[in-house]
Structures are given as C-alpha cells and as structure tokens.
C-alpha cells in the first residue's frame, strides 16, 4: 500500500499496489504491520456498508464523541463518491480544515479517519456503496454531526444534493471555538 498524508494530521489516503495478470488484480487493503508503522489503529471491532441508490446523495458530517471515539478505515467497493474528513480536534493548527478525495470501485483508494474528524460523503454515480471499518462500536448517545453545507466549512460539493435526511438537514453550524459538539 501507498500511504499518503492528507495534510490534516493522522489522516491518510491509501492506494493500492495492484498486482495485475490476464485474470485481473490482487491488493492487499490493510496490513497491520504497515498501520502500526504509520501510527494508526489495527483494531476494528465493527465494520459497516452503507449503499445509496441515487447519484448526488449526501451523508454527513458524523462522528462520535469521547468516550466513543473511533478512526474509520472507508472504501468504495461499488461506484464512486467524493469523500471527505474535516478537523475537530480541539488545539490542531488545522482545526477546521478539511480534506476531499475520490473512492472508486475502479481506483480502490481507502481513506484512514482518525479520531476526533468528522466524515461525510457524497455519491458520484448511481449505485454506491462505502465500506467501514470502525475503531469502537456504535453508540447513539455519543453521535454527532455538523451541517453539510456550513459556510465556515465552506466545502466544494461537486453536485447538487440529490437525496439529503431529514437529520442530515437539521444538523447544527459548525463551532470555530471549543468544544467538538458541532
């Protein structure tokens, strides 16, 4: 695998090294050995899919609260979609900020999340799916989400939202000063 920083501290964008013959590819897409020399986590009690049906729909932008954090380890194993981390963390110089890039089924690129980043999605194409490895289980008490669409976050969405919930909608501005609750 080819680790490359995002330039938010602890995020990584992972591309494969593929292997490729008459019959296809072979990559490995994940090597506990290679995450420990990058100081990421190894240990992922859950895993989660999540599938869209319409291009344009938006999820995000989720995370957990202590004492539930976790990092996320997310591919596109079906269609394609623009990903994209920001930093809550309290203290980080790019607190704030936030990073995009393209998972495709075509180019099995995986995103690295490490705690304290909130995570959101919009789908490129018809028929996606992103695929999560998660570092601590779900806990609904401890979710948290900021708006998509916040104007001090200011991301470039690259389509029209298409599909968007109800909770998705509602959720609150994002705080440039303290706390991590959005």
Sequence with gaps: MIFRATGLGGGWLLKPERMSDERGYFARTFCRQEFEEHGLETEYPQEATSYNHQKGTLR???WQIDPHTEAKLVRCPRGALFDVIVDLRDGSPTRGEWFSTELTADNGHQLYIPRGFAHG??????STEIHYHLSALH???S????RWDDPTLAIAWPLPVSVLSARDRDMPAF????GRDG
Excluded: K, M, Y
């Design 60 to 62: 995000g932008l989720h």
């Design 175 to 178: 705080r440039v000063e303290g």
């Design 139 to 141: 806990a609904p008490a």
């Design 121 to 126: 999605f919009q789908t490129l194409c018809d």
């Design 143 to 146: 979710a948290r989400g900021i």
